[in-house]
């Protein structure tokens, strides 16, 4: 059974730091490119590319809103994905979602609440 279990969301200030992670199972973790993805409220129908990493880590990919200030990351013997977000904004509130993505198939998270807000 395939599982993406998203964790580290809550409520943070402006200006500060959270982890997310996505752990991993049911599939080889390792053939797959890791994505986080979000969707702010009040737009149920857009999910944004946040950040992408390759299978093996070597690329990664960031949206321009995030470049600087989020790092993402894996680690294969943990079948774990990371994301490192810092200087958060009010504007990167949103339901944080992790993808596996293959030629084959694609596998979504749960999703966790980020809120930026003082």
């Known amino acids: 059974q395939v599982q993406l279990v998203e964790s580290g969301g809550g409520l943070v200030q402006p200006g500060g730091s959270l982890r997310l992670s996505c752990a991993a199972s049911?599939?080889?973790?390792?053939?797959?490119?890791m994505s986080w993805y979000r969707q702010a409220p009040g737009k149920e129908r857009e999910r944004e590319l946040v950040?992408?990493?390759?299978?093996?880590?070597?690329?990664?990919n960031y949206a321009d809103s995030v470049k600087g200030r989020f790092t993402i990351s894996r680690d294969n013997a943990k079948n774990t994905v990371y994301l490192q977000m810092n200087s958060l904004k009010p504007e990167d509130t949103a339901e944080y979602y992790c993808?596996?993505?293959?030629?084959?198939?694609?596998?979504w998270g749960q999703g966790t609440q980020v809120t930026v807000s003082s």
């Open positions: 993808n596996a993505d293959s030629p084959r198939y694609a596998y």
């Open positions: 049911g599939f080889t973790f390792s053939s797959y490119t």
């Open positions: 950040a992408a990493i390759t299978s093996a880590g070597g690329i990664t």
